[in-house]
């Protein structure tokens, strides 16, 4: 539960959850539990903002089904954001910044930034394919920036401040959201009996 306080966004209740096979069944209770520590009832939220991903096809889908749920339910706008964009915006560097995080198959999820903007990405592949520039630092995942020389920010996540803070130009014009799509990047694991036969 994040306030926007002019520029800044202030963290007000939060829950994290590491088991991903378990973000289906605590997500909705997890944003009750935090309206209820930040002292909230929904009919006071002014917008939803989800992350977008890059990010597995499950997670992506549940998470962002959820925001749109809320989001039509109150009757408030729902923004997608970046992920690897919240993670950069937190890292808040004056120097150019590659962001990893784990897209699982030894590959990474990526984007390059400069002056604060992506210039570059999102996009999968493995680390190795990627050609950091010594001027770069690196932020992500904790597994994944250790396979890169360069030195770390230690921003692993994208935070509910972080995902605010991507949005924050839109949620003060009252812009119109953008539809909600998925950052997949990569067609999903599991496929249908159907398309196996083609």
């Not at 930040?38 to 597995?56: Q, T």
Request: negative net charge.
């Amino acid at each position: 539960m994040v306030r926007l306080e002019g520029d800044t966004p202030r963290t007000l209740a939060t829950r994290i959850t590491v088991n991903a096979r378990a973000h289906a069944e605590v997500l909705t209770p997890h944003i009750l539990e935090c309206l209820a520590e930040a002292g909230i009832a929904p009919a006071d939220l002014d917008a939803v903002v989800v992350g977008c991903g890059p990010g597995p096809f499950t997670g992506l889908r549940v998470g962002m089904a959820t925001a749109a749920a809320f989001g039509d339910a109150l009757g408030i706008p729902v923004h997608g954001v970046c992920s690897l964009d919240a993670i950069a915006i937190e890292a808040a560097l004056g120097r150019d910044l590659l962001v990893v995080t784990d897209a699982r198959r030894r590959e990474v999820y990526w984007a390059r930034y400069s002056g604060g903007a992506r210039v570059q990405g999102p996009e999968v592949n493995k680390p190795a394919d990627l050609e950091p520039t010594p001027s770069q630092a690196i932020a992500g995942s904790a597994g994944h920036v250790d396979l890169f020389d360069l030195p770390v920010e230690p921003v692993e996540t994208p935070s509910p401040a972080g995902l605010v803070a991507v949005a924050a130009a839109a949620l003060r014009s009252g812009a119109e959201p953008a539809p909600l799509v998925p950052l997949y990047l990569r067609r999903p694991d599991a496929v249908a009996i159907a398309d196996r036969k083609k």
